[in-house]
Structures are given as C-alpha cells and as structure tokens.
C-alpha cells in the first residue's frame, strides 16, 4: 500500500473508529519500531484492543500463564526507563507501557508465549495507526549489576515468581518510518528442503 495514502487511511479509520482495512500482508510491512511519541492518550477502546490481541495469542499447551501490567503513571513510566542502562529512556515519553510478565518455573515456554504475546499487540496496535518498540528487558540491567527484573518488580509490585520478558511502549508516533524495504529482505536466509 502506498506509505501517504496508507497513513492517511490509518488516521482515518482510527478518527472514524473504523477498522484500517489494512490486508495483513501491507500491515507487517508497515509496522516499523517507534520511539518518539505525542502526548496524546490512547483511546482506552483502542488500549482494550491491544491487550485482546495478546489474550487471544497462541501459548504453550494453552497454559495462558502470561501477566501484563499496563502503565500510564508518567512517574512509573520514568522509573521503568531506568531499569536498564541503554535502549529503554523513550518510555519516558510513551503514552503507555505493556509490561509483559512470566514465571519460567510454572511455564518452560514462557519467552514463546510472552513473545508472541507482545508482537500480537504490536501488530494490533500498528493497525489502530499506534506506534510500538519492544524494549528487551529479560537478561538486561544497570551497569552496577541491578537486574532489569529488580527494578521493575520494586516500581509495580510485582510478585517475585514473575519475569519480565519486555516491556512495549506505545503511543501516537511522531517519528515517520518508511516500511520495510521489498529489496532488503534476507530471502538468502530462507532455504528449500535442505540448509
Ligand atoms: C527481542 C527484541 C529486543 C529489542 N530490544 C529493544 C530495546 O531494548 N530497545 C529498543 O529501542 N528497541 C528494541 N528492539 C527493537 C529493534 O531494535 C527493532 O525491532 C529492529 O531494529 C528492527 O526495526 P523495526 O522494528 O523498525 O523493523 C527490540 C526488538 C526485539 C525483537
């Protein structure tokens, strides 16, 4: 779909609540990580969305054993900024953040079904014309050696059998991306039958 005129249709649907009409094939190849937001709220309707499309998502023997905590607190969303040294300040500025939490006793696939869990709602958001950026959080940290996971736990109260996978920042983007590339992609990294 032409970049203009999908932006253009995306905002109109969004404004109109429509859905964007947007054939799946066009929306993975417009999703693109946003890290510079407005300061414009999300649509709660648009919030219920998102977090319906990581319900719905597929997870390990149907366990659905994921949590996510949703964060609008401004002062919640700096702290959780912190909790790693590089790659996480523009949550500071998201409208929202999605933590994506799992308990890796209770769930051996717990990374699976967070992960799939979060790009679900990254394309349901792209759909609503929302801009999103994983922020890796599981294995991250400050430089003192402060786990991400510790941080985050202290800021939302979070029991301690639970780990952070990611946490999603979302909002209404300022930063234009282009959509993937058609010639950039790496068909060299897919193989027929045999490696
Ligand atoms: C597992 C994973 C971890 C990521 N961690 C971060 C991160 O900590 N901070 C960040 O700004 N972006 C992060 N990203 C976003 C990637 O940088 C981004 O997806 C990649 O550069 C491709 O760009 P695109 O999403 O615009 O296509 C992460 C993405 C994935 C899938």
Known sequence: MDDDFGKFFRNFARKYKLSSMTAFKDLVQMRRSHRKFTEEEIDPEDLRLILRAALMSPTSKGQRAWQFVVVDDKLD??????AKNLGSQFLKDAAVAVVVLGDPVQ???????????AISMQYQAEDLGLGTCWIQMRGRGLDDGTAADTVIRGVLDIPENMNCLCILAMGHWTDERKPQAEDRLKWENVHLNKF
């Open 77 to 82: 969303l700096e702290k959780l900024a912190d």
């Open 107 to 117: 769930n051996d696939c717990w990374v699976e079904d967070g992960s799939i869990a």
